[in-house]
């Protein structure tokens, strides 16, 4: 199957500083990415839908401004979780469309903000 | 409205036994059917997936599921599970119109030696 590396696995910053997070498709090119932020013990929730050279789609309730996506290539895409509260804290994950048949996702990244 | 149901938060059962985990979709067309594993930590992996043609389906691991289209249903199940497959599972079903997955809530699989 096709491979969607997400790095940081973990990362750890202060209240108040950005941090980035990315997302690649490795044997693929993804024109559609998606990410999804995951509470302890809940399922995905969908934050974002981005598209290579354009603007993300966010979803109802989620902050364009605190959480900036770029999608600059077709194997890439970053999420910047910016000024980050403690309340940012959560398990982050992205995945990649290569068609309309199946997503592939990420490992994960776990934001602790402290 | 697209949305997926798995009644069971928790399911637990002996090694070695069998498993099914239940999934209900509401979609107005034919779906894509999937199911993921989670281990704790880690991002989604695909178990199987449904598209068309044989409704039973034959994912990795042992796994399989069957889509019912009268019950609007997409089980999965397992014939001997094995400690390792303590996991969370999430049945999804999509992309819908608007190009997206729609998950389940997930049903966490707890494994007794």
């Known amino acids: 199957g096709a491979v969607v590396s997400q790095h940081p696995s973990r990362v750890i910053c202060k209240s108040g500083t950005s941090v980035k997070i990315e997302c690649r498709s490795l044997?693929?090119?993804?024109?559609?990415m998606f990410w999804y932020r995951q509470f302890p013990k809940q399922s995905l929730m969908l934050m974002a839908t981005?598209?290579?050279?354009?603007?993300?789609?966010?979803e109802q309730g989620v902050e364009k401004d605190k959480f900036l996506i770029n999608h600059a290539s077709l194997t890439l895409s970053t999420l910047t979780v910016t000024s980050a509260h403690p309340e940012d804290s959560s398990f982050y994950i992205c995945?990649?469309?290569?068609?309309?048949?199946?997503?592939?996702f990420g490992q994960g990244t776990r934001l602790t903000v402290v | 409205a697209q949305s997926v149901t798995q009644p069971d938060i928790h399911i637990t059962v002996s090694e070695g036994a069998s498993l099914e985990l239940r999934c209900n979709y509401s979609?107005?067309?034919?779906?894509?059917l999937f199911w993921y594993v989670q281990s704790p930590g880690q991002g989604l992996q695909l178990l199987l997936k449904?598209?068309?043609?044989?409704?039973l389906v034959q994912g990795i691991k042992g796994f399989e599921a069957e889509f019912k289209r009268s019950q609007s249903s997409f089980n999965l199940r397992k014939p001997s599970v094995h400690w390792s497959d303590a996991a969370e599972y999430f049945c999804?079903?999509?992309?819908?119109?608007?190009?997206?997955?729609?998950f389940g809530k997930g049903t966490r699989l707890h494994i007794l030696p």
């Open positions: 995945s990649a469309r290569r068609d309309r048949s199946e997503a592939f």
């Open positions: 044997d693929f090119q993804a024109t559609t």
């Open positions: 981005s598209n290579e050279g354009s603007k993300a789609t966010y």
């Open positions: 979609y107005g067309a034919t779906p894509y």
């Open positions: 449904y598209f068309s043609g044989d409704t």
């Open positions: 999804a079903v999509g992309p819908n119109r608007d190009d997206k997955i729609i």
